[in-house]
């Protein structure tokens, strides 16, 4: 098993989370007064990030790898992205939701690269199973309230 590669892996996962915690917050920023269930749902996705992140980085450490640090490249362009749709849909829900849908399926197929690696444990990989089901419902009750929407 080769622990650069684990630790290389992991890392991306950490910064897919990252991602996920810097767009939640922006989308926080961008919603009106009268969407609190959205900014509900977002600081809940914020928190599940940040424990996603918490319980990964220690394999790196473990594996005397440096835990990644910042954002993923394709997360600086998502929430570039995201910046120029809010714009000009003024702000609405469906662009939001729209936004985060888009993002949750770049986290999905991060896990799912991960998950087809050859170099993770098994704990590892139990880590990663449970973490990619929780963005999976999360993706899911996201997509529901779009679709809501139109």
Known sequence: MNLEKQAETLNDLILINNDR???????I???KPEDSDL???????VEQSMLNRDELAPAVVRG???IAEGTMVSGKIYRAWMDVKAFFSGNNRKAILDNCV?????ALRAYEEALNSEDLTPEQRAIVIRQQAEIQVSFDEIKAMRDMLG
């Open 39 to 45: 900014r509900i749902l977002f600081r809940e996705r």
């Open 64 to 66: 005397g790898e440096k």
């Open 102 to 106: 888009f993002g949750e399926e770049a």
């Open 21 to 27: 915690i810097e767009g939640y917050q922006k989308a």
């Open 29 to 31: 920023d961008e919603l």
